[in-house]
Every structure is written in C-alpha cells, then in structure tokens.
C-alpha cells in the first residue's frame, strides 16, 4: 500500500491547478484570436462605405456597442442601444 504524505498530495493538486490554468489561459487566447479573425472578415466582407456596428463585453460581462462609419471616419463606444442608434441617425441628418 502506498502513503501519500501532505507535501505529495499539495504538490500534486498544484500541478493540477497549474495545468488548468494554463488551459484556461490557451482558450482566452484562442477565443481573443477567433474574435480578431472574425473581426476581419467582417471588415472585409462589408468593405464599403456603410457604417458597421457590433457588440463587444468587457471582463465583467458588460455589454459594449461599438461602430466605425468608413465614410467619415468617425467611431462610436457605447452601453446602450439607444446611444448607437442615435449615433447612427445621426450620419444620416
């Protein structure tokens, strides 16, 4: 029968810790990356002069609407809806 002293066990759990973190850390990147890419072929498939908008969330889970109008080079960073509607009527006064 085998021992397992507390040092073993706590070492054995911090690798564990260790490797999950690590893993954890491999799919924020994947994701990040995924984003850009898709960020990208957005940019490209909507090349033009119409205005584009999406949603971004920060760390807390909060929502963020964002757009660029390529026409005038403008660009927008809100919380609501509403504000980027508003951005968006107003390009169109």
Request: charged share 25%.
């Amino acid at each position: 029968m085998t021992h397992i002293t507390i040092t073993q066990k706590r070492q054995s759990l911090e690798k564990t810790y260790t490797k999950s973190s690590h893993f954890h850390s491999l799919v924020s990147h994947f994701r990040q990356g995924l984003s850009h890419i898709a960020h990208g072929m957005m940019h490209f498939l909507t090349a033009g002069d119409e205005p584009r908008i999406w949603i971004e969330a920060d760390a807390q889970g909060n929502v963020l609407y964002k757009g660029h109008d390529p026409r005038t080079g403008r660009r927008f960073a809100g919380g609501t809806e509403q504000e980027i509607r508003i951005w968006l009527e107003e390009r169109y006064q």
